[in-house]
């Protein structure tokens, strides 16, 4: 029993330390005390996903995501999920709980020999989901028209406070009220089914319209590159350009005359020069 307890610690560690190794500065590790019988259990590791491209129309910077194990005996499913920062902490519980059970599933459909926890797997999970997750209760989503890091005009989401309007309401029922939503239960469906299947739709459509958000900006971008190059295309000759043209054509123009015909023939002036004339021979001198 102990050589099987030591090697399921070393598979852990082994499968911690890959996790650190991926990611290296986003990952924080914790463990138990020295003292702690069940050293070093519970393992805790913590990434602070930050905000992917495909999910800048959301108002947050980084989701933190934290994966707790608290004994080795996969088969009992003894992990927990947990979410940190500054969102709302009805809403970090809420994705804390999503993720913990979609973590569980994982784990039971799970076969072959040794154990795989999985840690990896989770914490790329919440990368990809980082949208689904954030937007997963539509009381704290608040969207508004914003602009992109291209400066174009987008639909923008951010994270709120859920509004206390429902608490409210509950204050305010009376007896009679409770009685007929205990009635209504019996109905086919219930009203928490109706609310869940509601809430359902109000994510997928907040999803989709991220997704075609997404997709208009893109298009956008594209098309502000593609008009970029006509532009160049069609530019006249730079500054540049211009006055290595001039450069050359005075090149050109150097060493060569600029009148076709040669200078004009003069009678040579003896007197002018200075010459006299021999009386004997006539020749100058």
């Known amino acids: 029993w102990r050589t099987t307890e030591m090697a399921d610690k070393k598979e852990l560690q082994q499968q911690v330390v890959a996790v650190k190794t991926r990611w290296s500065d986003q990952v924080r590790l914790s463990k138990a005390s020295p003292d702690s019988p069940s050293y070093p259990l519970p393992v805790g590791i913590q990434r602070t996903i930050p905000r992917p ?3 800048s129309a959301i108002d947050v910077d980084d989701l933190v995501v934290k994966l707790w194990i608290d004994a080795l005996q996969v088969e009992e499913l003894p992990v927990r999920a947990e979410v940190l920062g500054e969102l709302p902490a009805e809403l970090r519980r809420i994705i804390g709980t ?3 059970t979609t973590w569980k599933k994982a784990l039971m459909k799970q076969s072959g020999p040794g154990t795989n926890w999985m840690i990896d797997i989770m914490l790329a999970y919440a990368e990809e989901h980082f949208s689904d997750l954030l937007l997963i209760d539509s009381r704290f989503v608040d969207q508004y028209e914003g602009v992109d890091e291209g400066g174009m005009t987008c639909r923008r989401y951010s994270i709120q406070e859920a509004p206390l309007e429902e608490e409210e309401d509950e204050d305010g029922e009376d007896d009679d009220d409770d009685d007929d939503n205990e009635e209504s239960e019996d109905d086919e469906g219930g009203p928490s089914e109706l609310a869940s299947e509601e809430e359902r739709l109000r994510r997928i ?4 319209e991220a997704e075609a958000d997404r997709v208009w900006r893109e298009e956008r971008r594209r098309e502000a590159e593609k008009l970029g190059e006509t532009v160049r295309e069609a530019q006249p000759v730079s500054k540049k350009q211009q ?12 060493g060569h005359r600029l009148r076709k015909t040669g200078s004009k023939a003069n009678k040579f002036d003896a007197e002018a020069a200075g010459k006299k004339a021999n009386k004997k021979n006539g020749l100058l001198h």
């Open 243 to 254: 006055q290595a043209l001039i450069k050359e054509k005075q090149e050109k123009r150097q």
């Open 98 to 100: 999503r993720m913990q």
């Open 53 to 55: 491209e495909g999910a």
């Open 205 to 208: 459509k907040l999803a989709e």
